[in-house]
Nanobody, 123 residues
């Protein structure tokens, strides 16, 4: 069974920080990249950060450059998202995703998704 379990969400004031984690279990043999996708109420998922599993190359959406940092621990099959200088517009349910095949761009497409962890930033 393929699982992606996120944790680390919560309520924080604007300007604060949170660190999200996503641990993959089950089918982890083929993992070419992982990424984070927030989904705000009434909106679709938006890519914010991705990382290539083997080489560690990263890519960020313009909206989070300089504020968010993605990293991974290969031994733990875990990807992290360090979020600093949070803004109210960052409020969303953050899901992690895994690419089980080679992808040209870290924006996707992705094959396996977690359920999400809620991040709420108050003003």
């Amino acid at each position: 069974q393929v699982q992606r379990v996120e944790s680390g969400g919560g309520l924080v004031q604007a300007g604060g920080s949170l660190r999200l984690s996503c641990t993959a279990s089950g089918r982890t043999l083929y993992n070419y990249g992982m990424a984070w996708f927030p989904q705000a109420p009434g909106k679709g998922r938006e890519f914010v950060a991705g990382i290539r599993w083997s080489a560690g190359g990263t890519y960020y959406a313009d909206s989070v450059k300089g504020r968010f940092a993605i990293s991974r621990d290969n031994a733990k099959n875990t990807v992290y998202l360090q979020m600093d200088r949070l803004k109210p517009e960052d409020t969303a349910a953050y899901s992690c995703a895994t690419a089980a095949r080679i992808i040209a761009t870290l924006r996707g497409p992705y094959d396996y998704w977690g359920q999400g962890t809620q991040v709420t930033v108050s003003s």
